[in-house]
């Protein structure tokens, strides 16, 4: 008997039935697309928790109310670093703590409408009058503020003097400084001359150090001798000091916090304190950091006038400090530095303050090069006031990340006015973090050097030749000219060669190098890496790898967050009224469709 097929037995569904199919399948893949979506928003989002848990390691920061600004999205923030220098008392001496006292007050710029990002340090030593609510004023250094009043009153007094808002404040005390160098894995920094004081059998009682020059790995405890030793020279020197220190380990790190930000959210979230707490002020903070991508750092000088127990300030030497932060530099075409120092190259061009390098400082350096597996390239002209000064020369070994060795020598030059120390280095090793990313290259007969700035500043420059990488590094506060570095660099020579004891005048040539008024592009890692270093990077390391990998999402993140909500909510509304009329659909299907048919 013939029996009526059913409807699925030629393969292909009915058109009522083709078309619910359909609409299930978009609806599907819409499920799929609003799920990646809410997926890729909610890790985002659990990126930040995880860096506000990594905060909640200490306690929050209370400042009270008031005293920090709120910031609009997008808009300009000032942040403000602390170093709190609080030490228990040792054992077997009691009365011999030391109470809070900030070691470097640090502001940090952040403005979208500038070129750079501004650094400016504090003097510790600046006289003014603190303001306690209640009490009466005090006239004192302004680093007692914090002694005083703790961070409210820190970054109160900080507001009164300078004028500024300040949007955020960070913490960090030195056994938390010195830990977090240890996790990180330590940082390869220049010590730019000898460093010594023991407080055993002495009448001065303050912070021990013991550290040779040159550049070299330093570790937890060595890096805390550096960055807080506060003798022997002057506010600048100092500050200089601890923002040299900073630039050293963006230059080192800042490059890897995107692959390893798990790890540096915990050491920096355990090492720091800040009122930075909430999900949506870290989103804030990410998306001007976000704006800010590929600035590099600069660092404003805040001069004073040296006194015996106080520095002073005049009120335009502070407002010439504030406006420097503030307003930055304009920014202007990357000069063509290579083609303009070929071109303007002449012997004895005017204007270099150059000295002769001493016969008995060369002897001294031939003497020690007998023997060392690299020649010891010293330079025949220097630049230093008030006479010349013998140098120090020193042979040592530089370990590497796999501590492996690598001979290496280092001479420190004197300038001649207080606290200002350049160096010359000579290493077998071939890529230290130091020397990474030069700014520039230059080719001048037969070696090409690279040029290493800091903002306006030449901080270094190298060159290779043979087994060897050598390189003139400027002092802690940049005093030396750029024209003058390059100069000496080219004076530089073996002290085994026939031409380091030329009898009769040298006559270095001059170089007129352009000034550099155009920011150098870095990378967005090191641009943040560099922003804060030890204190900062525990506040943003994370933040890193949140906007570099979706820039364009983090300003559009709560917006689309409330966007998937309500599409979701479409969405379900949406299958409910597909759900109704398939159901409706199959019913009236039912009533029309015959009878199946039956086998006789």
Not at 354 to 365: C, G, H, K, N, V
Not at 505 to 512: D, M
Request: hydrophobic residues 40%; contains cysteine; positive net charge.
């Amino acid at each position: 008997m013939r029996h009526r097929a059913s409807p699925q037995a030629n393969g292909r569904l009915p058109k009522a039935a083709e078309a619910r199919f359909l609409v299930r399948t978009a609806l599907a893949a819409l499920v799929v697309v609003l799920a990646v979506g809410g997926f890729v928003a909610t890790a985002a989002l659990l990126e930040v928790g995880k860096i506000a848990q990594a905060f909640r390691q200490n306690k929050t920061l209370q400042v009270g109310p008031h005293v920090l600004a709120q910031a609009a999205p997008g808009a300009p923030q000032t942040l403000l670093l602390v170093g709190d220098d609080r030490r228990p008392a040792p054992q077997g001496r009691p009365n011999a703590f030391v109470v809070p006292h900030s070691n470097e007050m640090l502001l940090v710029r952040l403005d979208p409408a500038q070129p750079t990002i501004a650094m400016l340090s504090i003097p510790r030593e600046l006289k003014v009058t603190i303001r306690p609510r209640p009490g009466k004023p005090v006239v004192n250094r302004i680093n007692f503020a914090y002694t005083l009043g703790g961070i409210r009153l820190m970054t109160e007094t900080i507001k009164q003097v300078l004028g500024l808002s300040i949007n955020h404040v960070v913490v960090i005390t030195f056994p938390h400084f010195k830990r977090a160098v240890d996790q990180m894995g330590c940082v390869y920094s220049t010590i730019d001359r000898r460093y010594y004081h023991s407080n055993q059998g002495s009448v001065q009682q303050y912070f021990e150090i013991d550290l040779q020059p040159g550049y070299q790995r330093l570790c937890g405890q060595q890096a805390l001798e550096f960055v807080a030793y506060r003798h022997g020279d002057t506010s600048l020197v100092r500050d200089a000091r601890d923002q040299r220190f900073l630039l050293d380990v963006k230059a080192q790190y800042g490059p890897s916090v995107l692959g390893n930000r798990d790890k540096f959210e915990q050491i920096f979230g355990g090492a720091v304190q800040t009122d930075i707490h909430g999900v949506n002020q870290i989103l804030s903070l990410a998306e001007l950091l976000a704006q800010m991508a590929g600035r590099p750092v600069r660092q404003v000088r805040f001069d004073v006038n040296i006194g015996p127990s106080f520095d002073t300030a005049s009120p335009g030497q502070i407002r010439a400090a504030v406006d420097g932060f503030l307003q930055g530099v304009r920014a202007g075409p990357k000069p063509r530095l290579a083609r303009a120092v070929a071109v303007a190259r002449h012997p004895q061009a005017p204007g270099l303050s150059l000295i002769r390098t001493p016969t008995a400082d060369l002897e001294r350096a031939r003497a020690a090069a007998v023997g060392m597996p690299l020649a010891l390239e010293y330079p025949r002209v220097r630049n230093q006031l008030g006479g010349p000064q013998h140098d120090t020369l020193r042979n040592y070994y530089i370990y590497d990340q796999r501590d492996q060795r690598h001979d290496s020598y280092a001479i420190v030059i004197n300038r001649g006015t207080l606290g200002d120390y350049y160096d010359v280095q000579g290493t077998t090793w071939q890529d230290p973090p130091l020397l990474r990313n030069p700014s520039q290259t230059v080719r001048l007969g037969p070696r090409t050097y690279g040029l290493y700035y800091e903002g306006d500043n030449l901080r270094l420059v190298a060159w290779r030749e043979g087994p060897g990488v050598y390189w003139i590094e400027n002092t802690l506060t940049d005093s030396v000219p750029p024209a003058e570095m390059l100069a000496m660099a080219e004076q530089t020579t073996a002290v085994g060669s026939a031409g380091a004891f030329t009898r009769g005048e040298v006559s270095p040539r001059g170089f007129f190098l352009p000034k550099r008024t155009a920011a150098v592009t870095e990378t967005t890692a090191q641009t943040v890496g560099g922003v804060l270093g030890i204190v900062g990077l525990g506040v943003v390391c994370a933040l890193v790898a949140l906007w570099a990998r979706r820039r364009r999402r983090l300003r559009e993140l709560r917006a689309e967050l409330q966007w998937l909500t309500e599409m979701e909510a479409a969405l379900a509304a949406s299958l409910d009224d597909s759900a109704s009329a398939a159901a409706r659909a199959a019913g009236e299907a039912e009533l029309s469709s015959p009878a199946p048919a039956s086998y006789t």
